[in-house]
Nanobody, 124 residues
Framework: QVQLVESGGGLVQAGASLRLSCAAS????????MGWFRQAPGKEREFVAT????????FYAASVKGRFTISRENAKSTLYLQMNSLKPEDTAVYYC?????????????????WGQGTQVTVSS
């Protein structure tokens, strides 16, 4: 059974940085793409970033491009999201998610496995 466990969230001021981690288990991590989503209060869960199985190909939501970096360490079965220049509008619960394929995907419905999320709060 695939399990995804996020960590690294917290309360920071605008302009600060945070690095989220997602520890994966239950299948061969390096065979699959991964992604990050977020959900702010009262809003739909939205795509943030995705990375393919090898880490070579990445894609970002326009709202985070240039500030966030998705990466993975296959030897440790761990996914990361480095978040720089954080803004109050980045405040949300951040979720790690995994589809069943190797290629990066942006559509929420294509993700089969989800973590429980980690809260990120950015104060102004």
């Amino acid at each position: 059974q695939v399990q995804l466990v996020e960590s690294g969230g917290g309360l920071v001021q605008a302009g600060a940085s945070l690095r989220l981690s997602c520890a994966a288990s239950g299948r061969t991590f390096s065979n699959y793409a991964m992604g990050w989503f977020r959900q702010a209060p009262g809003k739909e869960r939205e795509f943030v970033a995705t990375i393919n199985w090898s880490g070579v190909n990445t894609f970002y939501a326009a709202s985070v491009k240039g500030r966030f970096t998705i990466s993975r360490e296959n030897a440790k079965s761990t996914l990361y999201l480095q978040m720089n220049s954080l803004k109050p509008e980045d405040t949300a619960v951040y979720y790690c998610a995994a589809p069943d394929g190797r290629l990066s995907v942006v559509t929420k419905s294509e993700y089969k496995y989800w973590g429980q999320g980690t809260q990120v709060t950015v104060s102004s």
